[in-house]
């Protein structure tokens, strides 16, 4: 399409100031308030509707001008849709279809939307909205007509000069411009790349045929491709005829005949035409023709390999390996291109394209200019000019630092212009500035760090990446049993998947646990980047995700759910919005968009099929920063179609990483998807380790070997093709051949657990020993010994370097986690409908039970005070609320079990967890107690005590929960858990004193009481005869013990009339213990008549009915309280009806209550003794049970003296009882902590 004419004015127009921060998010509208949000969560709707954003009103404008000729082509169609889908993908594409098919059906008002957009967007967004319209409207065939529109709507939008500039830069066949700044200049919004096999060109690729080229561009994250060629190219698999456009999305790919480039080379091109990547290494090659890479030169030194647009191979040594034919003497400088090999020893090929991927995984390097000592630092290259330092895309939002570099004291400076995460230097976290010294380290994030070398003038980027994982003679056996792994041996490398494959019980899962630093082996080493696994798990074992055969996630939330919580607790520094981006385009990898708000739920609930559920579990781990993955049976119970889903799934996910898979016995398709094999044998012995196509030649020499069939065994060249026979199914028939008889038939033997199996033909040891015969064979083949050099001299970098620890979660990461924690422990309570069941019915049906049970009066009518069960209810009630806080925890932990094993390796926050999972039970708990004190005390009328017998039944409901929590997390079964809460329970029943009193139990219990008897009686003292009322020492340890006394003792001296009689017998008693020889004051004798005058009213108050009484005792109350007590409110004369006693005093808690006081403060003891129900605990510090002089003879009529406070101490047994409970859930918190924090380390 020929370009239209434009005005010159408009024309040279100089394009907007670019702001400091690019705005590289989509055109969404503000998102909705966080009440809105939490209200749609609770109700079960999508968080993110796209009824909340500037989505639909998009939309409209993509229909707008698909329908402006009349009709609507496919492609049109495909370009709104797929643009949408890839910038919005927390939407869900049905919804988008709605919208857009909603949006044809309608006349749209261009102009009327451009200025609500207008308003709406940022200019660097209305240029990106500028770019896709005029990419949707060249593909019509009408497109003058739509051109005259998009050229309003941009007038309209804001941009008229800058959609003009779009339009030519887009269509003008212009040269590769000589400055090389392209971005910058004016009427050139757009960065532009050109791809051929000949100059002039940005990106030089000789193997083209001169009718293949390409142009790309680039604004921000947004790439298009347009063919300039004469012949198609396939961009995104389909094809892109000349002089169409095409956009190119992350992670796909344009083919150019026989050469593919993906989203990361364009990028990295685009970088390097800006001078913001200056990629380089040093190789040193060997006189055996391998090759070591380097980042920093040493005197060995033989050349220097530069990567920007091409390749510059620089030799400093004298050496004879040649490019394109061309020898590398010393001084000489060659321009290749990535397509090129570098040719060492006449016949080793060293592929540069190889080179510049490892370089890449270890980080740039940049050399500093001596003729500039300022230095801007950026993951954006938006932000930065020609020689600026670009870092690695990670992902991990944006960050921009300036470094001022001292040569001469070899020292600089850093400022944080803006960063989305912290950043240390060395320990250190740096708020604004600080002072860099020769050496120092800058962390940026998780596994990226800037090491300054001042003195060499380079700044060097590190990518801590794990390079390859090699085991050596690794053995394990679980006790006394047999092998589970015998000397396994191997390497992988990054970029290898590898399927591990065996009879069952042959040590596939212990291999992987092994590898996932969660089992230690008994014997041999495994070595990441050189480093021992076991010897560095803190550092390591983050970039090690191992995935479970079982299903690991929560299956009481949702798919999106699962993975939010997930990449919070992988990935904390990273800011919620970059978080939630993840998780969209993961879900729209895994395919599980569209069920993104759907609950996981177990297999038997099927909310979700196997296939996706085995997505869910691989996609958990795979947003966080892991490089090595571990798969166990992730295509167990699946379906040959949906087991080639889920492998492709993986190797697309987990590309550049190191992906072991074990798979008991794979089909032919599946095998052919995995770069090598690793064959186990029973015992763990390693069968075979190689390419799948190896592993088939090898089984199939065999078979030929011992069958005698013609075939030769002994070529493994590979060259022949092999039978449609040899199979996967072969390879394991050919291993576990069975031993006959001379007749033919199987012969049997039996195992250790006393079953028959075929005895095989060839034992475990027989294909360990024949595969390291096969190995040491091929190890002294020339060709091999070549191509295992290739490999090697790729890596010799990886193990020189020092491994830095990981940075030290900032204090909001820390929230974060816990945040996380606690929302997840929550929504997974919430969700669970049998226990939402249990909260709501269970209670109420228990409070109903039991107070009709209970309401019994020896009276003829029912009244409080003559109740003779209350003791009976108030310990019921707190045997009920300990039941449903062991009922409510015991599954717990062992629920969340594979899911704590799987987060291990992220360094879980164990006291987190517990802490989310305490609210969320002590939440549910207090719920169930509102609502059996509710029902349970209206029943039985105890009336005005609610608060305090819900603090106790909660205290005690909590000490059950966490009582649970502990045994959740010691046993690993469900079944086993709630067999031991009756374990847990009866003990209390029995020994908190309602069942059987204390008086009629058997005395030997308390051992401490029995083994002070029997000292006393050896040494001939007369041992005073301890309390009936004492509790005995065992029951100490019963939590029910505890609750049930304070329940008592709260009900006897804490209801509203016993508090107001306890606040005029103080206050009466405060007037009276005034000194004798000062006269009282009048007032003060008024205060003193109207106190005693107001407990004489108290004492008997009576009224027409309850609420009359209660409201008359509240004003009395509320006078003592405010010190100004109306004399109204003492008339003594009351209407006959009901006292304040029947209301609430009960007789039966009284009398325990006043008999525990008289036995307490009997004056026959030397010491007052702790009872059961006493109100104060005394405890004697030192001294002996004598009397204090002056008292050595004590009648009835004289009290107990007091002893020194130094002597005895003595507290109230509520708040004893408090303390107590309180220390006991501590204890139990931290045993449970120290539990699961010993599993969840065991190695």
């Known amino acids: ?9 408009l024309s ?90 909603e949006a044809l059906q309608k006349p749209q008002d261009l102009s009327a939307r451009a200025r609500e957009l207008s308003r709406t967007l940022s200019m660097e967004q209305k240029i990106l909205l500028g770019v896709q319209l005029y990419l949707l409207i060249s593909r019509s065939d009408n497109s003058r007509q739509q051109l005259v529109e998009f050229y309003l709507f941009m007038t309209n939008l804001g941009i008229a000069a800058q959609a003009i500039d779009i339009v030519y830069q887009l269509n003008a066949d212009d040269k590769p411009s000589e400055e090389g700044d392209f971005s910058g200049k004016a009427g050139q919004p757009l960065e532009m790349l050109r791809i051929a096999s000949a100059e002039p060109c940005d990106v030089l690729l000789r193997s083209l045929s001169a009718a293949c080229s390409v142009a790309a561009f680039r604004y921000q994250n947004l790439m298009l491709l347009k063919n300039t060629g004469a012949v198609p190219v396939l961009v995104r698999s389909r094809t892109l005829k000349p002089g169409d456009f095409s956009r190119l999305y992350q992670g796909e790919r344009v083919v150019l005949e026989d050469i593919s480039l993906d989203y990361a080379d364009l990028t990295g091109y685009f970088n390097a035409k800006k001078n913001l990547t200056g990629t380089q290494l040093y190789l040193t090659l060997t006189e055996e023709g391998s090759a070591e890479i380097s980042q920093t030169r040493n005197r060995n030194t033989n050349l220097r390999i530069s990567f920007g647009l091409g390749v510059t191979i620089e030799a400093l040594r004298d050496t004879d390996a040649k490019v394109n034919g061309r020898r590398l003497k010393e001084g000489t400088k060659i321009e290749a291109s990535i397509e090129d090999k570098l040719i060492a020893k006449g016949e080793v090929e060293i ?29 954006n290259p938006d932000l930065l000019e020609e020689g600026d330092i670009l870092l690695s895309q990670d992902g991990e939002g944006e960050i921009l630092l300036k470094i001022v570099c001292d040569y001469e004291e070899k020292t600089g400076t850093l400022e944080i212009l803006r960063s989305d995460r912290p950043i240390y230097v060395g320990s250190i976290v740096i708020k604004e500035r600080a002072h860099l010294n020769d050496g120092d380290t800058l962390t940026l994030g998780e596994g990226q760090y800037l090491r300054c070398h001042f003195a060499d003038r380079i700044i060097e980027e590190e990518r801590n990446v794990i390079r390859h994982v090699e085991l050596r003679e690794v053995g394990h056996r679980y006790g006394g049993q047999g092998s589970a792994l015998d000397g396994i041996s191997l390497m992988a490398r990054r970029g290898e998947m590898i399927c591990v494959m065996g009879p069952s019980g042959c040590g596939k899962s212990t291999l992987l646990r092994v590898l996932g630093g969660q089992l230690k082996p008994k014997v041999g080493d495994i070595l990441m980047n050189g480093f021992p696994l076991y010897g560095s798990l803190p550092n390591l074992t983050p970039y090690i995700a191992y995935i479970p055969q079982e299903d690991a996630f929560d299956a009481l939330l949702k798919v999106q759910e699962n993975l939010d919580y997930s990449v919070a607790v992988r990935c904390p520094h990273l800011p919620a919005e970059e978080r939630r981006k993840r998780v969209d385009s993961k879900l729209v990898e895994l395919g599980l968009n569209e069920l993104r708000h759907r609950l996981a739920g177990t297999p038997e609930q099927k909310h979700l099929s196997g296939g996706e559920r085995k997505r869910l579990n691989a996609g958990l781990d795979m947003i966080g920063i892991a490089d090595v993955y571990l798969f166990d049976e992730p295509t167990s119970g699946l379906s040959s179609k949906d087991s080639e889903h889920v492998l492709e799934l993986i190797r697309s996910l987990a590309r550049n990483k190191i992906v072991l898979c074990s798979i008991h016995q794979p089909s032919m398709k599946l095998l052919q998807m995995f770069d090598k094999a690793l064959l186990l044998d029973k015992g763990g012995k390693m069968a075979f380790f190689g390419t799948p196509q190896g592993m088939l030649e090898y089984f199939w020499g065999a078979y030929c070997e011992e069958t005698g069939q013609a075939g030769n065994g002994s070529r493994m060249g590979g060259d022949l093709a092999l039978p449609d026979i040899v199979t996967p199914d072969l390879v394991f028939d050919v291993l576990e051949t069975p031993l006959r008889d001379i007749s033919g038939d199987v012969i049997h033997e039996q195992t250790a657990d006393g079953h028959l199996v075929p005895a095989r033909r060839f034992p475990p040891n027989f294909w360990r020993d024949r595969f390291q015969t096969h190995v040491l064979l091929r190890s002294v083949s020339q060709q091999e010994t070549r191509r295992d050099q290739d490999h090697s001299r790729l890596e010799a970098l990886s193990g020189h370097r020092k491994l830095p620890k990981p940075p030290r979660h900032t204090l909001r990461e820390e929230g974060l986690l816990l945040a996380t924690m606690i929302k997840r422990a929550f929504l997974s309570k919430l969700r669970n409908r049998a226990n939402l069941l249990t909260t709501l019915l269970e209670a109420p049906m228990l409070a109903i039970l039991i107070s009709m049970v209970l309401r019994y009066s020896e009276d003829d009518s029912y009244t409080f005070a003559s109740a003779f069960h209350i003791p009976s209810y108030l310990f019921l009630t707190l045997v009920v609320a300990m039941f449903l806080g062991l009922t409510n925890s015991a599954d717990e932990i062992i629920r969340d079990r594979h899911m704590l094993n799987r987060e291990r390796n992220h360094n879980l926050r164990i006291g987190y967890y517990v802490t989310g999972k305490i609210l969320s039970l002590s939440a549910f708990s207090l719920i169930q107690c509102v609502i059996y004190l509710i029902i349970g005390n209206a029943i039985l009328e105890l009336r005005e005590m609610f608060l305090i017998h819900c603090f106790w039944m909660f205290l005690t409901s909590l000490t059950g929960a966490c009582l649970g929590l502990l045994v959740s997390t010691l046993v690993h079964d469900i079944r086993t858990a709630l067999n031991i809460i009756p374990l847990l329970l009866i003990p209390q029943i029995i020994l908190g004193g309602a069942l059987i009193k204390y008086e009629e139990m058997n005395r030997n219990l308390d051992f401490v009481y029995s083994i002070r008897h029997w000292v006393e009686k050896k040494e001939g003292q007369e041992a005073e005869p301890a309390s009936k009322l004492k509790v005995p020492f065992i029951c100490h340890f019963m939590p029910l013990r505890w609750s049930y006394e304070s329940a008592i003792i709260s009900q006897a001296k804490l209801n509203p009339l016993s508090v107001a009689q306890s606040q005029l017998e103080d206050r009466i008693q405060a007037l009276a213990d005034l000194p004798r020889h000062i006269p009282l004051t009048e007032q003060q004798r008024k205060d003193l008549d109207l106190a005693k005058q107001a407990l004489a009213v108290v004492s008997g108050l009576s009224g027409e009915d309850a609420n009359v009484v209660a409201e008359r005792l509240a004003l009395i109350r509320k006078g003592l309280q405010t010190g100004r007590l109306d004399p109204s409110l003492l008339d003594a004369r009351s209407k006959k009806g009901v006292s304040a006693d029947e209301i609430y005093v009960n007789q039966k808690v009284l009398d325990l209550v006043n008999k525990a006081e008289m036995e307490r403060e009997d004056y026959r003891r030397k010491e007052s003794p702790n009872v059961f129900f006493g109100t104060v605990k005394t405890y004697r510090l030192f001294g002996d049970a004598t009397p204090v002089e002056g008292h050595t003879e004590l009648t009835r009529d004289t009290p107990i003296p007091k002893r020194p406070w130094y002597e005895e101490f003595k507290i109230s047994t509520l708040w004893m009882n408090f303390f107590i409970i309180v220390f006991g859930l501590v204890l139990v918190i931290t045993t449970l902590m120290i539990a699961l924090r010993r599993q969840l380390s065991k190695v």
Do not use: C
């Open 351 to 379: 592929s540069l394209q190889e080179l510049r991927r490892r370089a890449r995984e270890f980080g740039e390097q940049f050399r500093l200019e001596g003729s500039r000592n300022t230095y801007l630092v950026s993951n």
């Open 12 to 101: 040279t127009q100089q394009r907007p100031h670019r702001p400091a921060r690019a705005a590289r998010t989509p055109a969404l509208g503000a998102r909705m308030p966080w009440w809105r949000r939490t209200l749609r969560k609770l109700q079960g709707l999508p968080v993110d509707s796209t009824s909340h954003t500037m989505l639909p009103v998009l939309m409209e404008v993509f229909a707008g001008f698909s329908k402006i000729d009349g009709s609507v082509m496919e492609e049109e169609i495909d370009s709104s849709l797929g643009f949408m889908r890839y910038d919005y993908p927390e939407a869900i594409y049905s919804e988008l279809r709605r919208i857009y098919f």
């Open 1 to 9: 399409m020929p370009p239209p004419p434009v005005e010159p004015s």
